[in-house]
């Protein structure tokens, strides 16, 4: 139930940040090179990447590895192609320290409003995260453009119920671009 806080830039420089991902699902995966069980996880965050992420799942990697080299080889090798947060401390991450991460594996899943719904062991993922598609769907489009786009249709529709196809043509052209 914590809103926790979360902000970076990746090691392929891109800028990360829970505030960013408001509206997506988050599942943020500490790990390392050196931890098998980390690396007997990695098909399955792949598969989940690949089955959730035009759904509106964003993972995040938080990697525990002290050789950025290695450990940007070994991502790529693995398919993460999501953001990696790097800072070479090992055990000494600032992330690590500031999650309180003791052991990994560890994931956490973040609803879209930014709440901790669920956190544990990678391999346990998968009930709960089906669940949070349930309860706490992921919100794909802006809803101020939503209710833009819907009140543009109510207008074609309005025009077309009054025989106006023209207007309601010209409506639709000019849609919001969003």
């Known amino acids: 139930?914590?809103?926790?806080?979360?902000?970076?830039?990746?090691?392929?420089?891109?800028?990360?940040?829970?505030?960013?991902?408001?509206?997506?699902?988050v599942v943020i995966d500490f790990w390392a090179t050196w931890c098998g069980p980390c690396m007997h996880e990695a098909p399955h965050m792949v598969a989940l990447n690949q089955k959730y992420a035009d759904k509106g799942l964003q993972i995040i990697g938080v990697s525990l590895d002290q050789e950025k080299t290695a450990m940007i080889q070994v991502a790529r090798a693995s398919g993460f192609t999501w953001p990696q947060y790097f800072d070479g401390g090992g055990w000494d991450n600032k992330l690590a320290n500031a999650w309180g991460i003791k052991s990994i594996p560890r994931t956490f899943l973040i609803s879209p409003d930014g709440v901790v719904l669920w956190t544990g062991h990678p391999g346990l993922i998968d009930a709960p995260l089906a669940n949070a598609f349930k309860t706490n769907?992921?919100?794909?489009?802006?809803?101020?453009?939503?209710?833009?786009?819907?009140?543009?249709?109510?207008?074609?529709?309005?025009?077309?119920?009054?025989?106006?196809?023209r207007h309601a043509r010209k409506l639709m052209a000019d849609g919001p671009p969003e």
Do not use: H, W, Y
């Open 1 to 25: 139930g914590e809103k926790p806080q979360l902000q970076f830039t990746g090691v392929g420089g891109e800028q990360v940040s829970l505030a960013k991902l408001k509206g997506k699902l």
């Open 137 to 165: 769907p992921p919100v794909l489009v802006d809803p101020a453009v939503l209710a833009a786009a819907n009140k543009q249709l109510d207008a074609v529709a309005a025009a077309l119920t009054a025989g106006d196809a």
